[in-house]
């Protein structure tokens, strides 16, 4: 059974940083491509980010130059840098990983962005 844990939400004002993190547990070989989604409220869930097992990243335009996705493979771990926040990014924020043939999904964490 994979499970996928989540951590790093919360408030932050205007211009901020928060830093998300998932990790991943379970009984697996490896894992390939790595994502995170956000959905706000009313919205559609929208895709943020996602990097390769080979490292290749890519972004939503939104966030492009203020948002780093990275990966650590020894630790089965995904994470999101985001700075200069915006309100616009608040959002519930899901990792999402692709290991074997299936897609797992974190439960969420809230990130607010508010002065």
């Known amino acids: ?5 989540e951590s790093g939400g919360g408030l932050v ?3 901020g940083s928060l830093r998300l993190s998932c990790a991943a547990s379970g009984i697996f070989f490896s894992i390939n491509t790595m994502r995170w989604y956000r959905q706000a409220p009313g919205k559609q869930r929208e895709l943020v980010a996602s990097i390769t097992s080979g490292g290749s ?3 939503v335009a939104s966030v492009k130059g203020r948002f780093a996705i990275s990966r ?3 630790k089965n771990a995904v994470s999101l840098q985001m700075d200069s ?11 999402n990983m692709n290991i074997g043939l ?3 999904w974190g439960q969420g ?5 508010s002065s």
């Open 72 to 74: 650590d493979d020894a």
């Open 1 to 5: 059974q994979v499970q996928l844990v």
């Open 57 to 59: 990243t890519n972004y």
């Open 102 to 104: 299936r897609d797992y």
């Open 13 to 15: 004002h205007p211009g």
């Open 85 to 95: 926040l915006k309100p616009e990014d608040t959002a519930v924020y899901y990792c």
């Open 109 to 113: 964490t809230q990130v607010t962005v």
